[in-house]
Nanobody, 122 residues
């Protein structure tokens, strides 16, 4: 599956932004989907994931309560609504697809998008 992330940009602290990821290729519904992020000089970290049907969602501790992941299987898209943004949310955000495994781990994901950059100013 090919993934194309979009929606990044510059936002002030406390603001909101919505990232989107469009999938093409193989049947979207066979994949669990995740969002990871990587800040400059840091390792890539788990942000959020959603099951094939959208019935289960998972969040990293640093974004829980502020970010919401959702998917539209009819449109082959997954989104990440980010609220109450903080400067420490500044990172490149990647969407990824997994057929199984522990969705909080990078190793579960087989396909990755190119990343979209978010900068949160203080």
């Amino acid at each position: 599956v090919q993934l194309q992330a979009s929606g990044g940009g510059l936002v002030q602290a406390g603001g909101s932004l919505r990232l989107s990821c469009a999938a093409s290729g193989r049947t979207f519904m066979i994949y669990h989907m995740g969002w990871f992020r990587q800040a400059p000089g840091k390792e890539r970290e788990f942000a959020a994931a959603i099951s094939r049907t959208g019935g289960a969602t998972y969040y990293g501790d640093s974004v829980k309560g502020r970010f919401t992941i959702s998917r539209d299987n009819a449109k082959n898209t997954v989104s990440l609504q980010m609220n109450s943004l903080k400067p420490e949310d500044t990172a490149v955000y990647y969407c990824a697809a997994a057929e199984g495994g522990s969705l909080r781990t990078i190793q579960a994901y087989d396909s990755w998008g190119q990343g979209t950059e978010l900068t949160v100013s203080s």
